[in-house]
T-cell receptor, first 116, second 113 residues
């Protein structure tokens, strides 16, 4: 069975500092990987996705993530955090053969707080 | 192009009542799914469909029914609402195949009292 672990429930960073959110997955084949962001009371916004090719993926809002097959990880990074980045972040994995769109498994989320 | 439309956005139900959460997409997507989101648990898959007439259970299907009579619509039915079904529900759709964008609806906030 596929699973996603986001070990950090809460993270606090200062504005302008760098950010790394951790994501580890368990999956029997090459996964289709996602990072989503959710502001309070809002829906999900896709930050980036990986299914093949370059293992360093660029996303929106200055975010990037690196797929490391040997570590089963897909960590999200941003060089300089802005106060508007405060939100909850979700990592998700799905079956690559079907595009993953019908059977995503989500992590439990990391709540990011940004101190001014 | 409306994308994925969920209705209602907010609903309060009494225990034992039934209701249907509607989900419609206008992108001719084969795949549609329903998720529920609970604090500290992320999103969990309830039911999914790979095309009209084909549905299957996800991780937490108990208490919910679905049907897919058309490509566009994928309603989620709560047969007898329970307080444990208080949650935020998201519908998603995507085209079959790798690398395609997954579109989520804006969510439906359901409270069962």
């Amino acid at each position: 069975a596929q699973s996603v672990t986001q070990p950090d429930i809460h993270i606090t960073v200062s504005e302008g500092a760098s950010l790394e959110l951790r994501c580890n997955y368990s999956y029997g084949a090459t996964p289709y990987l996602f990072w989503y962001v959710q502001s309070p009371g809002q829906g999900l916004q896709l930050l980036l996705k990986y299914f093949s090719g370059d293992t360093l993926v660029q996303g929106i809002k200055g975010f990037e993530a690196e797929f490391k097959r040997s570590q089963s990880s897909f960590n999200l990074r941003k060089p300089s955090v802005h106060w508007s980045d405060a939100a909850e972040y979700f990592c998700a994995v799905g079956p690559i053969l079907t595009g993953g769109g019908n059977k995503l498994t989500f992590g439990t989320g990391t709540q990011l707080k940004v101190e001014l | 192009n409306a994308g994925v439309t969920q209705t209602p956005k907010f609903q309060v139900l009494k225990t034992g009542q039934s209701m249907t959460l509607q989900c419609a997409q206008d992108m001719n997507h084969e795949y549609m799914s329903w998720y529920r989101q609970d604090p500290g648990m992320g999103l969990r898959l309830i039911h999914y469909s790979v095309g009209a007439g084909i549905t299957d259970q996800g991780e937490v299907p108990n208490g919910y029914n679905v049907s897919r009579s058309t490509t566009e619509d994928f309603p989620l039915r709560l047969l007898s609402a329970a307080p444990s079904q208080t949650s935020v529900y998201f519908c998603a759709s995507t085209r079959q195949g790798s690398g395609n964008t997954i579109y989520f609806g804006e969510g439906s906030w359901l409270t069962v009292v």
